[in-house]
T-cell receptor
Framework: EAGVTQSPTHLIKTRGQQATLRCSPI?????VYWYQQALGLGLQFLLW???????NRGNFPPRFSGRQFPNYSSELNVNALELEDSALYLC??????????????FGAGTRLSVL | GQNIDQPTEMTATEGAIVQINCTYQ??????LFWYQQHAGEAPTFLSY????GLEEKGRFSSFLSRSKGYSYLLLKELQMKDSASYLC???????????FGKGTRLSVIA
């Protein structure tokens, strides 16, 4: 069974551009989570989608946005890129909405470099 | 806020046992997760605890004390491939995601 897949693996953009990152969850998973992993900061929660709706967002500016499609895949969009947006962006999926017993499974990430 | 604290780095010898500690505010979470992340790879799920006590899975065990806001991951019979970052994460029910610590980078030496 395929795990969580993310594309592209690497993305290089310049400041002010827009970036689109994609994620396909494990088959049967309806929840998708996006995290940012910047150097030295650990995983920071960005967005959570479940059943096509945004359920929660972390402490990030509105230029970080996304959506979830009917097939439960998801896009993360980052507008007006800034140098500090350079990071590894990880997508995770889980069964239904999050509870303490739900395990999140991660993709390999998209490494975004903003020049 | 809900903070998760764990040591930044640890070094241990091949074949030995190592314990990685994780502390958190007791009012925060009702489940603790451990993930392993090799450099440049996805975090992979290791274990979770929702009840106090020890959960054993082969060479890996995880312990939780909810009243003390304390968890640890125990790795036995260390192998070189265990060199990785180990992430402690807290979870709650409802519309909140996992809160991760910054991770503990473990180096296993010969």
């Amino acid at each position: 069974e395929a795990g969580v897949t993310q594309s592209p693996t690497h993305l290089i953009k310049t400041r002010g551009q827009q970036a689109t990152l994609r994620c396909s969850p494990i088959s049967g998973h309806t929840s998708v989570y996006w995290y940012q992993q910047a150097l030295g900061l650990g995983l920071q929660f960005l967005l959570w989608y479940d059943e096509g709706e945004e359920r929660n967002r972390g402490n990030f500016p509105p230029r970080f946005s996304g959506r979830q499609f009917p097939n439960y895949s998801s896009e993360l969009n980052v507008n007006a890129l800034e140098l500090e947006d350079s990071a590894l962006y990880l997508c995770a999926s889980s069964l239904r909405a999050f509870t303490a017993k739900n395990i999140q499974y991660f993709g390999a990430g998209t490494r975004l470099s903003v020049l | 806020g809900q903070n998760i604290d764990q040591p930044t780095e640890m070094t241990a010898t091949e074949g030995a046992i190592v314990q990685i500690n994780c502390t958190y505010q007791t009012s925060g979470f009702n489940g603790l997760f451990w993930y392993q992340q090799h450099a440049g790879e996805a975090p992979t799920f290791l274990s979770y605890n929702v009840l106090d006590g020890l959960e054993e899975k082969g060479r890996f065990s995880s312990f939780l004390s909810r009243s003390k806001g304390y968890s640890y991951l125990l790795l036995k019979e260390l192998q070189m491939k265990d060199s990785a970052s180990y992430l402690c994460a807290g979870g709650t029910s409802g519309n909140t995601p996992l809160v991760f610590g910054k991770g503990t980078r473990l180096s296993v030496i010969a």
